[in-house]
């Protein structure tokens, strides 16, 4: 009997990468307006090379990116550089298709649902908040609350103690297969792989199920109850 699902929030919930590319070129611009003497397109590449080294949720990746090119910070342009991305992030930050509704009708179904990231806490709680999707999820489990990232048993055997569920009771939905699907598998849960969200041309993802819209969930939850009673 299904009784949890868990889901990845970045690229499975919300559309991540699309917003951080367009939040880093809205700073771009807007520091370059405020007196950035640097060609826009060096400038995306040396701050996605402070990414890669980083990490993608690096919260100080301009002033890196002013100190290492400049010697120092000039204030006036990390600013706009900051006001710029956030507006961006604001406007840019939105959900799959059907994500409001599928969850929605997995609390109808009366399963609980949760939420394990790698992204820091804060971070995780404003996307969540922003996006009016705090109230559906029973627990949210990040990179601060274990100190482990996926594919590490940590972060997911937390979320199932805090749901006080069994793994075989729980599904796993997420994008990224080395991490969600390699490390939800090892431990027994059931794995769906969302190839809405894949950006890695992914071929085979060793998934139980995978899906091209979030709404084909409910009959994979549908499918495993009716096993499980008949």
């Excluded at 919930?13 to 939040?23: C, N, S, Y």
């Excluded at 397109?41 to 290492?68: C, N, P, S, W």
């Excluded at 048993?153 to 569920?165: C, D, G, I, R, S």
């Amino acid at each position: 009997m299904i009784k949890a699902v868990i889901f990845d929030l970045d690229n499975t919930l919300v559309d991540f990468i699309a917003m951080k590319h367009a939040a880093i070129k809205a700073a771009i611009l807007a520091m370059i307006d405020t007196g950035l003497k640097m060609p826009k397109d060096a400038v995306e590449r040396k701050i996605y090379e402070i990414y890669d080294e980083e990490g993608i949720e690096d919260q100080k990746v301009f002033d890196k990116f002013l100190t290492k090119e400049f010697g120092q910070i000039d204030y006036r342009i990390h600013a706009a550089g900051i006001v710029g991305y956030r507006r961006a992030r604001e406007a840019a930050l939105v959900l799959y298709p059907h994500v409001q509704l599928a969850l929605m009708e997995l609390v109808k179904r009366g399963l609980q649902l949760g939420v394990v990231s790698d992204a820091p806490r804060l971070q995780a709680w404003l996307r969540l908040c922003q996006l009016n999707l705090q109230h559906f999820f029973e627990v949210v489990i990040t990179y601060d609350d274990t100190k482990k990232r996926k594919p590490e048993p940590e972060p997911f055997v937390k979320a199932l103690e805090t749901l006080n569920v069994s793994r075989h009771e729980t599904i796993m939905v997420g994008d990224w297969v080395e991490r969600d699907i390699v490390g939800a598998k090892s431990l027994g849960m059931k794995t769906v792989f969302v190839r809405y969200g894949d950006r890695f041309d992914t071929e085979n993802s060793g998934a139980d199920y995978e899906i091209d819209d979030i709404l084909e969930l409910l009959d994979i939850v549908d499918k495993l109850s009716h096993n499980e009673t008949s």
